[in-house]
Every structure is written in structure tokens, then in C-alpha cells.
């Protein structure tokens, strides 16, 4: 199973090619805005966040100041156009929802105000259930946010404990509803779980489709090095589900949610007609983004940058008027242009092998060859014309298909 979550895409390719546009580029500008703070770390989490209960929320409404500096900073350095429209802007975490609606709602007016914030742009929010009532709900949806990622995670109280989550059952329901009716609604998910079974995955599916989301994200629980699951893992307090069940619970997920009318348009996503994620989406196919705050990455073809891990490096920097991004193009292009393949798989659309070959410089059947062949000979992925895409097989494999192109 391999449900895995992918929010920032760090890859990228040799430096000097010239730019390709990706399928459908419309132009636009895409921006992820990373705010690290968060009550209390959950157990499973290997993001860039820093824990800080008593001042959470009064820093994270304060990061939106430094958020809009940044902003500038790319400008003058001539990779953020006031000119181009901006299609999405997406807050992500950490806890974003933990900043209050007046410093995001003066934000997104500093966009309006100083950019091209296109007319129905895609403007996104994590939303973790304790932190956000139906007040600031609406708040939220006036000062322009339209999309509501609700962090559900499951909807039984004794794995939200064991994972360190704040929030209840309850407050997952109660925060959902009232983002349905501020906008569109999404539930993230995740399965495989220590010690879960069917029967309670099953449980969890029927509790998020009750609810009538318009999107929901899957992941499948992921033992990061460095996280408090992957200490209790080496340690024997907990065990990861084998390999047959996580598998079931993919075909099993698969099965439910496409039955209840959803599209599986991307390894760990599904979603009601008209109802994917824009910004998202742009991962996927390749496209330029710029990323802000401590801890996120940027890819501005043919360059990517990151943002150090360090709050007080990027409000040193920030406040004296300095980007704070560091270039880290490709070592190998070679191997950064199958990444980025990797990246392009995921949606079921797959890609474009010849537009891939002009972006990145290399065609993967020719310097792949053996590979593809025995990735279609294994039911694994299929060429149609110049288009590649994964089976169904392959979405179940995915983390293998990739380790053989490689």
C-alpha cells in the first residue's frame, strides 16, 4: 500500500534547459504557505513543525507579516510576478489554522492589493479540528478562503489519543459541517493504523462518507525515522500491519469510495466531480511554485530552492530583508528527471513521455529501456501512444515501480 503523503514536492531538474511548459500551463502562480507551529507534535509527523502550546496561535497569526515580506523579497528577485494571476494559494502545516482569521484575511489582502489574485482563485487551509469553530469558519470563508482540508485523521478516539492528536470525534464532525457550508470541504485520512482491522478501516470510511465531502486523502500510516511511531516500532510497543492487509485495506478503499461516486485521480486522493485539488494538481503535473515560510521548498523551472528548517534563521533573514530560499538543483539530473517522473505517475493520467523528454532532457524508454518493458510485461504500468500511466497494479506498487526505475 502506498497512500503516502506528498503536500511539498521537492523535485527538480539539471539547471540550463530550457523551460518547457507543463500539459495545460495557464500561466499562473502557485503558492504554498508552510506555518510551522503547532500545539503538541503528533506521533507520526516527520514535517518541519515547532511545538509551542501556550503561544501557538499568537505566532502563527504574527508569521503571516513575515509571509507577506517574503512575498516581496521574491519579487524584487524576479520570480513572483505582481502581474501573472495567481491560481492558488494553499496554507499548510504544522497547525495553519492555529493563526487568527484577521491576520490571514490582512494576507490575502496584502495579495489582492500588491498581486493579480485571480478571480475564483483555489485558496486552501489545513484545518486541525480543535482549533477553529463555526465563527472562525466564516471569518475564514470572508476574508477569501474557499477550501477546507479538514485533519480527520480517524474517527476512533483511542488511535486520535495514541497519535497525539487534541481533537475529538465530535470536533472532527462539528468542524466539517460548518466547512461544508463556508466551501469546499476535504477530509484527510489515514489508514493502517497499529493494530487496526478491516472491519475498523471499513468503519472510518463509512464515518468520513457520512459526512458528504467533497475530496478526501488517504495516507497510509508511514513509520518516519525521527518520528515517535517509528521509536515505538524499533522498540516493539507498537507493530506495523503486514503487507497482505495494508494491501487489502488500498483495494478495500478503492472499492468504497469509487462505489460512492468519487474519482481516484491521484495515488492517495479522491474526489466528487469538479472537486480536485488545483493546487495540488500543479505538483503533479510539474509546474512551478514558490514556497514560503521556514521549511518550504520552491521549483522554478529549471531551479528548486528550500527554506532552511529554522525559525529564527528565516526571521533574521526575512526581517532584514534577505530571501531566505537556498538553491539545490540537481547533483545527478538523471536521476532528479526520474523524481520528478515519480511525481508525474502519481496522477492517473500519467504523463506525456515525449513532453517529459523535452522539459527534463531525457526519454525514459530510451535510457530506461529493459525497465519499461518489464513494468508493462508485470501489469504494472502501460503506454498508450506517448502517454504512461500506472495500472491499478502499479498504483498498489507504486514505491516498487519507482525503486526499478531507478
Known amino acids: 500500500m502506498v497512500m503516502q503523503h506528498m503536500a511539498h514536492n521537492t523535485a527538480s531538474v539539471a539547471p540550463g534547459q530550457a523551460f518547457i511548459a507543463p500539459p495545460g500551463d495557464s500561466?499562473?502562480?502557485?503558492?504554498?504557505?508552510?506555518?510551522?507551529?503547532?500545539?503538541?507534535?503528533?506521533?507520526?509527523?516527520?514535517?518541519f513543525t515547532v511545538r509551542d502550546d501556550a503561544?501557538?496561535?499568537?505566532?502563527?497569526?504574527?508569521?503571516?507579516?513575515?509571509?507577506?515580506?517574503?512575498?516581496?523579497?521574491?519579487?524584487?528577485?524576479?520570480?513572483?510576478?505582481r502581474e501573472t494571476p495567481i491560481q492558488t494559494i494553499f496554507f499548510g502545516g504544522g497547525t495553519p489554522s492555529l493563526a487568527n482569521a484577521a491576520a490571514v484575511e490582512k494576507l490575502l489582502d496584502f495579495a489582492r492589493s500588491h498581486y493579480n489574485l485571480a478571480l475564483?482563485?483555489?485558496?486552501?487551509?489545513?484545518?486541525?479540528?480543535?482549533t477553529a469553530d463555526g465563527d472562525k469558519v466564516r471569518a475564514l470563508a470572508k476574508a477569501g478562503v474557499n477550501r477546507f482540508s479538514i485533519g480527520a485523521q480517524t474517527f476512533r478516539e483511542e488511535s486520535l489519543r495514541r497519535a497525539g492528536r487534541r481533537h475529538t470525534v465530535e470536533q472532527t464532525k462539528t468542524l466539517?459541517?460548518?466547512?461544508?457550508?463556508?466551501?469546499?470541504?476535504?477530509?484527510?485520512?489515514?489508514?493502517?493504523?497499529?493494530?487496526?482491522?478491516?472491519?475498523?478501516?471499513?468503519?472510518?470510511?463509512?464515518?468520513?462518507?457520512?459526512?458528504?465531502?467533497?475530496?478526501?486523502?488517504?495516507?497510509?500510516?508511514t513509520f518516519?525515522?525521527?518520528?515517535?511511531?517509528?521509536?515505538?516500532?524499533?522498540?516493539?510497543?507498537?507493530?506495523?500491519?503486514?503487507?497482505?492487509?495494508?494491501?487489502?485495506?488500498?483495494?478495500?478503499?478503492?472499492?468504497?469510495?469509487?462505489?460512492?461516486?468519487?474519482?481516484?485521480?491521484?495515488?492517495?486522493?479522491?474526489?466528487?466531480?469538479?472537486a480536485r485539488s488545483r493546487h495540488n494538481e500543479n505538483y503533479w503535473t510539474l509546474g512551478n511554485f514558490v514556497g514560503l515560510g521556514a521549511g518550504a521548498h520552491s521549483f522554478i523551472f529549471p531551479h528548486r530552492?528550500?527554506?532552511?528548517?529554522?525559525?529564527?534563521?528565516?526571521?533574521?533573514?526575512?526581517?532584514?530583508?534577505?530571501?531566505?530560499?537556498?538553491?539545490?538543483?540537481?547533483?545527478?539530473?538523471?536521476?532528479?528527471?526520474?523524481?520528478?517522473?515519480?511525481?508525474?505517475?502519481?496522477?492517473a493520467e500519467g504523463v506525456d513521455l515525449d513532453w517529459f523528454a523535452e522539459r527534463f532532457g531525457m526519454d525514459i524508454r530510451q535510457r530506461r529501456p529493459r525497465q519499461m518493458e518489464n513494468l508493462?510485461?508485470?501489469?504494472?504500468?502501460?503506454?498508450?501512444?506517448?502517454?504512461?500511466?500506472l495500472t491499478s497494479a502499479g498504483v498498489a506498487r507504486f514505491d516498487s515501480v519507482i525503486e526499478f526505475l531507478l
Not at 239 to 253: G, Q, V
Open 27 to 47: 500561466g499562473g502562480q502557485f503558492i504554498y504557505i508552510h506555518v510551522p507551529f503547532c500545539e503538541q507534535k503528533c506521533a507520526y509527523c516527520d514535517f
Open 55 to 81: 503561544n501557538g496561535a499568537r505566532r502563527a497569526s504574527e508569521w503571516m507579516k513575515l509571509i507577506a515580506r517574503e512575498m516581496e523579497l521574491w519579487t524584487d528577485a524576479g520570480d513572483l510576478s
Open 120 to 130: 475564483g482563485a483555489e485558496i486552501t487551509m489545513e484545518m486541525q479540528p480543535n
Open 176 to 221: 466539517f459541517r460548518e466547512a461544508s457550508r463556508a466551501g469546499t470541504a476535504s477530509l484527510d485520512l489515514i489508514a493502517c493504523w497499529p493494530d487496526q482491522t478491516m472491519e475498523a478501516w471499513r468503519a472510518d470510511l463509512d464515518e468520513a462518507l457520512a459526512l458528504g465531502p467533497d475530496h478526501i486523502s488517504v495516507y497510509e500510516l
Open 224 to 274: 518516519h525515522a525521527g518520528t515517535e511511531f517509528h521509536r515505538q516500532l524499533k522498540s516493539g510497543r507498537i507493530e506495523s500491519l503486514d503487507e497482505e492487509l495494508r494491501l487489502a485495506m488500498f483495494e478495500e478503499t478503492d472499492r468504497v469510495l469509487c462505489a460512492a461516486g468519487f474519482e481516484h485521480y491521484e495515488i492517495s486522493n479522491y474526489a466528487r466531480p469538479g
Open 305 to 347: 530552492y528550500t527554506n532552511a528548517a529554522s525559525i529564527a534563521s528565516y526571521e533574521k533573514f526575512i526581517g532584514r530583508g534577505e530571501l531566505f530560499r537556498r538553491p539545490c538543483d540537481a547533483a545527478d539530473p538523471e536521476i532528479f528527471a526520474v523524481e520528478n517522473l515519480q511525481m508525474a505517475l502519481r496522477l
Open 376 to 389: 508493462q510485461r508485470e501489469g504494472l504500468l502501460k503506454l498508450q501512444g506517448a502517454r504512461a500511466s
